[in-house]
């Protein structure tokens, strides 16, 4: 019988199953090569995660926000806004540092969808965010970061390799996360 329980493990080569974690990421993001400035980026994520020793495959569905703001040209003034839904795939190791700390890194690639963006307003014209830029963003994101009884605090980088405006214009998120993870238990 499967039960869900809360609790603090060292990793080791023993360990192997799934956990389920939940959390908050904040950051800095900004569409390159676009003349833009930062703008805040946020999100909440749940991702399942299958421990194999010292290893881990880790996927998830992440719900964020991306954006700039203040083109240099002067094109836009203003704080332009994407919502996306992400699903990461990375694989990552448990370096542990004491009974109930370990040290984290991962890296893969990410796909998302672009389901709702800000109005542009151009000057002489409106639009919509999506109407100008493309919905899906393919990337690779990697984050390193301490986990502490269950606790996972990261810090992170999305890169995405689409042309989300054209011209070379790519979205770059710098984002720190807090998660909690639970454990599932033969």
């Known amino acids: ?29 900004k569409v390159t090569k676009c003349d833009a400035k930062n703008s805040f980026s946020w999100g909440v994520n749940v991702m399942p995660e299958y421990l194999f020793g010292l290893g881990y495959v880790q996927s998830g569905l992440l719900f964020n926000r991306l954006g700039m703001r203040d083109m240099e040209n002067g094109a836009i003034d203003g704080t332009l806004s994407a919502y996306y839904i992400q699903v990461p ?10 009974d109930n700390a370990c040290w984290l890194i991962q890296a893969g690639p990410y796909a998302a969808y672009g389901y709702v963006g800000s109005k542009i307003d151009w000057g ?57 993870f639970f454990s599932f238990d033969e």
């Open 89 to 98: 795939l990375n694989v990552g190791l448990h370096l542990n540092l004491s």
């Open 1 to 29: 019988m499967t039960t869900m329980g809360i609790k603090a493990q060292y990793i080791d080569s023993d360990v192997h199953g799934w956990r389920l974690g939940w959390g908050f990421q904040v950051g800095m993001s």
């Open 124 to 180: 002489n014209y409106t639009t919509k965010y999506f109407d100008d830029a493309k919905r899906w963003d393919f990337g690779l994101n990697a984050r390193t970061g301490i986990e502490y009884n269950s606790n996972v605090f990261t810090i992170g980088v999305q890169y995405g390799l689409s042309n989300v405006f054209g011209g070379g214009c790519k979205n770059l998120d710098f984002n720190f996360n807090w998660s909690y």
